[in-house]
Structure formats: C-alpha cells, structure tokens
Nanobody, 123 residues
C-alpha cells in the first residue's frame, strides 16, 4: 500500500505565499515522477507541476515563475512553493506519485493520489 499525505493548504490573500508538502510512505518500489495537480470547483483536474526521479521539472504555463516544485528523494517528500498567489489558484491541490516497474512481461505503470488539500486565495 502507498500513502500520500498532503499538508500546508489554507487561506491566503492575493500576492501571498503558501508551501504545500506531500509525504509518501508504504511500498515505494518503482516510484518515478511525482507531481501536483489541482481541481477548482466545476473544473477538471489539471497539472500544476511535476518532477521526475532525475529532477526534471515541468510546470503549467499559468504557474511558471511563481511556483517551484522540489523533492527530497531520501525522505520521500514532495513540496510546492507557491508565491504571488492569485484568486485563480484557488483549488484543491492533489499530490500524485507515478510508479514505473519493469518486468519480464513489460513495463507496468500506475499512480497514486493523495486526499487533497484546499488552497483558497482571497482577492
């Protein structure tokens, strides 16, 4: 079993900052890319930022230059530093972990999600 536990959400004024954290535990063999996704009311879940096991990062255009994703592989933690927050950043933020396992029959990929943490940015 894999557990992803997010923390750090809350209410902040526009222009403020928040830092989200995600702690991964359990059977983590094959853990590859980790990332943050968000879902606003009435909208589909969307990618915010990902970071591969090699440290390669990817960001949504809407957060580039404002958000920074980082990862501590030794501690199996993922973080998201969010600066210059805007009301449009209001959403439930989810931690995601992608597992890639090579077997004789081929490669298996699957992912796990955290329970989500609410981020609300007031104008």
């Amino acid at each position: 079993q894999v557990q992803l536990v997010e923390s750090g959400g809350g209410l902040v004024q526009a222009g403020g900052s928040l830092r989200l954290s995600c702690a991964a535990s359990g059977s983590l063999f094959g853990l590859n890319t980790m990332g943050w996704y968000r879902q606003a009311p009435g909208k589909q879940r969307e990618l915010v930022a990902t970071i591969s096991s090699a440290g390669t990062t990817n960001y949504a255009d809407s957060v580039k230059g404002r958000f920074t994703v980082s990862r501590d592989k030794a501690k199996n933690t993922l973080s998201l530093q969010m600066n210059s927050l805007k009301p449009d950043d209001t959403a439930v933020y989810y931690c995601n972990a992608l597992f890639v396992i090579g077997q004789a029959s081929g490669v298996t990929q699957y992912d796990h999600w955290g329970q989500g943490t609410q981020v609300t940015v007031s104008s």
